[in-house]
């Protein structure tokens, strides 16, 4: 399949959201790195199993909260590094159905819901395995940082137990089947985990065709000793656009997953400017929430998600089907592009103290409005000279603005042209 048709839905959608379930939710501790860190012994991290109930868990009623916020697709953690599955594995007793109250498979009813309501079905998957007997049977490719955990690497000075590797990849590919194979058709794969072994010893690209031999156009990040087909940066957001597509994933306070104690939520202000700034570069935007034990949603992250899921829900043409917009040099603040590039979107984070500035078009403005109101605003020109365009000031009422975020758009009856350069001195 061609690679645009591919990401053609990946590069509309957008926005979508990220899902950590799991056992770690019951402590509300840290997703299988908190036992790494020894913030707490491996027994007690494993035997929060026995609180996971799932009692509550309702995937359509996720499914119409993440719809009504605007999300084109989202991703639900099948396993972390603690190797907890939340379907019912074949190949192990660790996953939901045999080793906790859920006592259930809780992968389809998801991918059922999602899609049921429209929207694409994404599973992230972490390749390493601390809970798995086989795992730490061949030495990573760093020493230095994995050797002294002896659920990563055997310990320092034993060789290599390639019968005991084995039958690691052969549990490995098993699961990868399994979720490919049960549950429909699965839109897009998000590794997690590849730092520990090389891309040779995972067998990357003799798995990326296993893994496309179920669906030939499952889109997979690049979790994958940088294959795969977009970037994912975390947490951090990029300054400059990266180079093809990626996926900003960030989260609603400071955890990945439920931790009740976590009171650092970000403001719904400043979310949107993640979002902004995300979409503006011709990237995605991935906010990750991180349900109860039970199965349901914090009431302070569905609070925000609302919150955000309002401003963008009204504000959906200028992010949905857009691409990257202006740079930063041209106009302060994120801008997208309609695909026929005839409208151009200004994302305002303040309220004005005098007209906006806006340079570098050449192309002749035939209107501009506010999104969400239609209401049109008043625009002057400064005159250019010679090939250099001159500065379109545009007079933004204070009326007009969004707490969280006003977008202005600029339409032209021909594809936008752009100028750029130093100008020249006249004598």
């Keep these: 399949m061609d690679q645009n048709e591919k990401m053609s839905w990946f590069r509309d959608a957008k926005f979508g959201i990220f899902m950590h379930w799991g056992i770690y939710a019951v402590n509300g501790i840290d997703e299988s790195w908190s036992f790494y860190k020894g913030d707490i012994s491996f027994d007690d991290y494993m035997a929060q199993a026995k609180g996971f109930t799932a009692e509550h868990y309702d995937p359509k009623r996720w499914a119409e909260l993440f719809k009504k916020i605007g999300a084109k697709y989202t991703v639900l953690t099948t396993k972390h590094h603690d190797g907890f599955a939340l379907w019912d594995t074949a190949v192990s007793d660790w996953n939901a159905k045999d080793s906790s109250p859920a006592g259930r498979d809780l992968i389809g009813p998801y991918c059922d819901a999602m899609r049921e309501a429209g929207m694409k079905v994404g599973l992230y998957f972490s390749h390493l395995d601390w809970h798995h007997p086989d795992y730490p049977s061949?030495?990573?490719?760093?020493?230095?940082?994995?050797?002294?955990?002896?659920?990563?690497?055997?310990?320092?000075?034993?060789?290599?137990?390639?019968?005991?590797?084995?039958?690691?990849?052969?549990?490995?590919?098993?699961?990868?089947?399994?979720?490919?194979?049960?549950f429909g058709k699965i839109d897009l794969?998000?590794?997690?985990?590849?730092?520990?072994?090389?891309?040779?010893?995972?067998?990357?690209?003799?798995?990326?065709?296993?893994?496309?031999?179920?669906?030939?156009?499952?889109?997979?990040?690049?979790?994958?000793?940088?294959?795969?087909?977009?970037?994912?940066?975390?947490?951090?957001?990029?300054?400059?656009?990266?180079?093809?597509?990626?996926?900003?994933?960030?989260?609603?306070?400071?955890?990945?997953?439920?931790?009740?104690?976590?009171?650092?939520?970000?403001?719904?202000?400043?979310?949107?400017?993640?979002?902004?700034?995300?979409?503006?570069?011709?990237?995605?935007?991935?906010?990750?929430?991180?349900?109860k034990p039970d199965g349901t949603i914090d009431e302070r992250s569905e609070a925000l998600l609302l919150e955000v899921g309002d401003w963008v829900t009204k504000h959906g043409e200028a992010i949905y089907c857009t691409r990257a917009g202006l740079g930063h040099d041209l106009f302060s603040g994120a801008s997208t592009l309609s695909k026929d590039k005839k409208t151009l979107y200004l994302f305002y984070y303040d309220i004005p103290g005098g007209p906006?500035?806006?340079?570098?078009?050449?192309?002749?403005?035939?209107?501009?409005?506010?999104?969400?109101?239609?209401?049109?605003?008043?625009?002057?020109?400064?005159?250019?000279?010679?090939?250099m365009p001159g500065i379109a000031w545009i007079d933004l009422p204070k009326s007009a603005c969004d707490p969280l975020c006003t977008v202005l758009k600029v339409e032209f009856d021909e594809p936008i042209t752009l100028v750029a350069g130093v100008g020249v001195r006249i004598e």
Aim: proline share 7%.
């Design 138 to 182: 061949i030495h990573p490719h760093s020493d230095e940082w994995w050797a002294d955990k002896i659920w990563t690497a055997p310990p320092a000075g034993e060789p290599d137990d390639l019968v005991r590797w084995e039958k690691f990849m052969t549990f490995y590919r098993a699961q990868l089947g399994e979720l490919m194979s049960r």
């Design 189 to 291: 794969l998000w590794f997690d985990g590849d730092w520990e072994r090389t891309s040779e010893q995972w067998r990357f690209e003799e798995t990326k065709e296993y893994l496309r031999s179920f669906n030939p156009a499952v889109i997979m990040n690049n979790r994958m000793h940088g294959e795969g087909d977009y970037k994912t940066p975390e947490q951090a957001m990029p300054i400059t656009r990266p180079e093809g597509d990626f996926e900003y994933c960030v989260t609603l306070n400071n955890s990945w997953g439920y931790q009740p104690k976590d009171n650092n939520f970000k403001s719904a202000r400043s979310i949107v400017y993640m979002l902004a700034e995300c979409v503006g570069m011709g990237g995605n935007f991935l906010l990750d929430v991180g349900p």
């Design 356 to 387: 906006i500035p806006l340079r570098g078009i050449a192309s002749e403005i035939k209107r501009i409005s506010v999104v969400g109101s239609g209401e049109e605003v008043p625009m002057q020109r400064q005159q250019g000279f010679l090939s």
